[in-house]
């Protein structure tokens, strides 16, 4: 193994229950209740797709540029300034990085938003490339976003072990030949025997994993 390919929401960052607060925020000016097929449905959507989405289904009757504008103006400030790193994410990253190990990220979330926690949290450096499926025009329900960013760092995808929390991403990292490690937790209780079924290992969070995780090096 000589690479690391992460989520970022939901797996190095702890974002998820931002983003309902974000929904609530906008959607509320239109008198929408964003309930949980909506969630459900936009799991897998690149940023503006979700927004594209949500006119549509919602019959807001506003640009996708506007709308973009309201979301991104609420969640900017969000990952600028609330939200925190996994449990363990730090240290798992030094330990990786001391090793040699290329690490990169790979992401539904928009560019100045990934840009902003990763600087918050003090972690902006620790990625050999960060990759944002909005701009690369496929989204993580596809294997060719994979094969895409292994390509990216100079490496096989066989040599390539991806951390992501929901389990769609997760079975494409699969197909595309890479080892898989899903993360556990609350917000994906439903996700849990796919997560079983598709991963080669689950994890909660990334503290005492790194011993655990040497067997795949």
């Given at each position: 193994?000589?690479?690391?390919?992460?989520?970022?929401?939901?797996?190095?960052?702890?974002?998820?229950?931002?983003?309902?607060?974000?929904?609530?925020?906008?959607?509320?000016?239109?008198?929408?209740?964003?309930?949980?097929?909506?969630?459900?449905?936009?799991?897998?959507?690149?940023?503006?797709?979700?927004?594209?989405?949500?006119?549509?289904?919602?019959?807001?009757?506003?640009?996708?540029?506007?709308?973009?504008?309201?979301?991104?103006?609420?969640?900017?400030?969000?990952?600028?300034?609330?939200?925190?790193?996994?449990?363990?994410?730090?240290?798992?990253?030094e330990k990786i990085k001391q090793n040699g190990i290329k690490t990169a990220v790979l992401t539904s979330c928009r560019r100045e938003m990934c840009e902003?926690?990763?600087?918050?949290?003090?972690?902006?450096?620790y990625f050999d490339a960060v990759i944002y499926c909005e701009e690369l025009g496929v989204n993580k329900s596809s294997e060719e976003a994979y094969i895409?960013?292994?390509?990216?760092?100079?490496?096989?995808?066989?040599?390539?072990?991806?951390?992501?929390?929901?389990?769609?991403?997760?079975?494409?990292?699969?197909?595309?030949?890479?080892?898989?490690?899903?993360?556990?937790?609350?917000?994906?209780?439903?996700?849990?025997?796919?997560?079983?079924?598709?991963?080669?290992?689950?994890?909660?969070?990334?503290?005492?994993?790194?011993?655990?995780?040497?067997?795949?090096?």
């Amino acid at each position: 193994m000589k690479a690391v390919i992460f989520d970022l929401d939901g797996t190095l960052v702890d974002s998820i229950g931002v983003w309902k607060r974000v929904d609530d925020i906008v959607l509320a000016r239109y008198g929408v209740n964003a309930d949980d097929l909506y969630r459900e449905e936009i799991k897998m959507l690149t940023y503006m797709q979700c927004i594209e989405y949500i006119i549509e289904k919602f019959k807001i009757k506003k640009t996708a540029a506007e709308l973009e504008k309201e979301f991104t103006a609420e969640a900017l400030h969000e990952y600028g300034n609330n939200i925190r790193l996994k449990k363990g994410v730090k240290e798992f990253l030094e330990k990786i990085k001391q090793n040699g190990i290329k690490t990169a990220v790979l992401t539904s979330c928009r560019r100045e938003m990934c840009e902003a926690v990763l600087k918050n949290n003090g972690i902006e450096n620790y990625f050999d490339a960060v990759i944002y499926c909005e701009e690369l025009g496929v989204n993580k329900s596809s294997e060719e976003a994979y094969i895409f960013t292994a390509k990216y760092i100079n490496e096989e995808p066989s040599t390539c072990v991806v951390f992501d929390d929901l389990a769609k991403a997760c079975e494409s990292a699969r197909k595309a030949g890479m080892t898989v490690i899903g993360i556990d937790d609350e917000e994906n209780i439903g996700e849990r025997q796919l997560l079983e079924k598709v991963c080669d290992d689950i994890i909660e969070d990334f503290s005492d994993f790194y011993e655990i995780f040497v067997k795949y090096m």
